[in-house]
């Protein structure tokens, strides 16, 4: 029963970055190195009636919907329609989410950088310099 968030911990799996290692291939789970079966297969469920995962979840995922509800069925009919009708709209919205995908890893890099100056300062927050420019930066 998985959000609309993947745990950053399955990246390796989803992604299927196997190794060989004294002739097995392998699979490197935060410290732990352990085998990996070709055949492996992780199933993952949501109880989420319509979810919307991000382009970076959807390109490393198999996503199928076996729900059926009428605002469901909506927006997957909608979706088919505008994409049939009005391409154009369909490619600005794939746009759009693409868009706001970057720009939300933008801000999330921003606040780890943040809190990496803050953690890191020495003395008083104010007379860090590097942590004043990044500050800046983020205003933008």
């Known amino acids: 029963n998985v959000g609309e968030e993947l745990d950053p911990a399955l990246e390796p799996?989803?992604?299927q970055?196997?190794?060989k290692q004294q002739g097995g291939i392998v699979?490197?789970?935060?410290d732990t190195i352990i085998p990996y079966h070709p055949d492996f297969k992780l199933y993952i469920t949501?109880?989420?009636p319509n979810p919307h995962y991000t382009p970076e979840v959807s390109?490393?995922?198999t996503i199928v919907n076996f729900t059926l509800?009428?605002?469901?069925?909506e927006d997957?009919?909608?979706g088919i329609v505008v994409a049939e009708e009005r391409p154009d709209l369909e490619e600005a919205k794939n746009q759009l989410i693409i868009s706001n995908a970057k720009m939300k890893q933008e801000i999330k890099e921003i606040e780890d950088k943040i809190l990496h100056r803050l953690s890191a300062s020495e003395g008083s927050p104010v007379d860090d310099i590097s942590l004043i420019d990044t500050l800046e930066i983020s205003k933008v």
């Open 27 to 30: 699979i490197k789970l935060g």
């Open 13 to 15: 799996i989803l992604l």
């Open 17 to 19: 970055q196997t190794f």
């Open 46 to 48: 949501t109880k989420l």
């Open 76 to 78: 997957q009919l909608l």
């Open 59 to 61: 390109t490393k995922v």
């Open 69 to 73: 509800s009428p605002s469901g069925l």
